[in-house]
């Protein structure tokens, strides 16, 4: 096929809940949504999922705009590709900007997809039409909220619930949710929020048995995180460092981690993701898929790609009612019985609401 256009669209989507984490706190959710034309006219759609400030990860929305217009369209454009798995090989002149790359790269397997008259979920070789998810909840104002917002989820049907925790806010309030809710599947995520000092406070965790702590330390460090792995029980999860396979085998060669919090956007697209499931599974760590607070077009792509087999934990990706009142797609994820249903349709399998994107 001949990549023919690459557009960006930028949306604004409110969040019904302000995300708060150790970091900073998110009303509302911008990103860029990507089509990519074939001769054909096939389109492909993409998204952007950086954020405004670099607070989570190095890229942001400018950042990206920026490398996507000037360095990365450059390089596909009236380019024709067999197969999407050489979009990476032709990226590589550009390096970092994982996100950038990825919401083209991931365009072009939804265009590809849909020109083979498959859903990417068959490209996967997906097993499964139904998927058990989870919710991450954002630190709250005080315990009674926290409990109501969680008691809302689980009455939802979530059964895996992930709490953002930061110095100061981690035990308690994971021992509220623990008492109140025994039987879900807790843990918590930190967002890179606590060093080797720390190391008292996050032993106190081992007591509440939760399923995983997720990024504990710097986003650069492995080295601590294997210092801490020796220490603690609760197993550990990286998300923020994980940019490659090669960090994978660092995980594996340090002991830094017992779990990957695998994100497409966060590892440059769907080729280099394929490539860190397979040596996850092959080496025993296990893996699993997070999330950007994204659209209805990433959580679309998210659901297809977590159908795969080897995916053995419910991954955060949520019903839309649990992020937006208004999505960038004509379709609404609903939750039934702690499951989301992968679509069925071809590519990603979801349909753009152009009126949302001004089209
Ligand atoms: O650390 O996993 C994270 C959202 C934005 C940025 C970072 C993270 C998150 C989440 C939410 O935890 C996951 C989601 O529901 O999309
Ligand atoms: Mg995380």
């Known amino acids: ?108 397997w939804d265009l590809y997809a849909k020109r083979q008259h498959v859903s990417l979920s068959e490209l996967f070789h997906s097993q499964s039409k139904h998927l058990v998810v989870g919710v991450s909840v954002g630190i709250q104002e005080d315990l009674d909220l926290l409990l109501e917002q969680v008691g809302n989820y689980v009455e939802a049907g979530y059964d895996r619930v992930k709490l953002k925790i930061k110095p100061g806010y981690d035990y308690e309030p994971l021992r509220v949710i623990k008492e109140a809710y025994p039987n879900i599947m807790l843990m918590a995520d930190a967002n890179s929020a606590y060093t080797l000092k720390d190391i008292n406070q996050l032993k106190k965790l081992d007591t509440l048995n939760l399923m995983m702590v997720e990024q504990p330390f710097s986003t650069d460090d492995f080295l601590d995180h294997a210092i801490l792995a020796k220490e603690i029980e609760t197993p550990i999860c990286l998300d923020e460092n994980i940019r490659s396979v090669e960090d994978c085998k660092l995980v594996v060669a340090l002991g830094s981690a017992h779990a990957i919090n695998l994100k497409i956007p966060r590892v ?32 679309a792509l998210n659901l297809q790609f977590a159908s795969q087999a080897g995916f053995g934990f419910p991954g955060d990706i949520s019903a839309t009612s649990r992020y937006f009142h208004q999505d960038v797609i004509n379709e609404e994820f609903i939750l039934h019985n702690g499951c989301l249903p992968v679509p069925q349709g071809i590519g990603i399998g979801v349909t753009l609401n152009k009126e949302v994107l001004g089209i």
Not at 17 to 27: A, D, N, Q, R, V
Not at 62 to 75: N, Y
Not at 82 to 89: D, G, I, N, Q, S
Not at 268 to 283: P, R, S
């Open 1 to 108: 096929m001949k990549i023919k256009s690459i557009r960006s669209y930028l949306v604004n989507l409110p969040l019904i809940t302000p995300f708060k984490t150790s970091y900073g706190e998110l009303h509302e959710k911008k990103c860029d949504i990507i089509i990519v034309t074939d001769e054909l006219g096939n389109e492909g759609y993409g998204e952007l999922v950086a954020f405004e400030t670099p607070d989570y990860v190095s890229e942001t929305l400018d950042t990206e705009r920026l490398i996507i217009s000037k360095d990365i369209i450059p390089l596909l454009i009236n380019k024709k590709i067999k197969h999407p798995e050489v979009v990476t090989e032709l990226l590589k002149p550009v390096k970092g900007h994982w996100m950038g790359k990825s919401a083209v790269e991931t365009a072009i």
């Open 268 to 299: 440059g697209g769907i080729t280099e993701a394929q490539k860190i499931v397979a040596y996850c599974l092959d080496q025993g760590l296990l893996v699993w898929l997070g999330g950007m607070l994204e659209s209805g077009v990433g959580r």
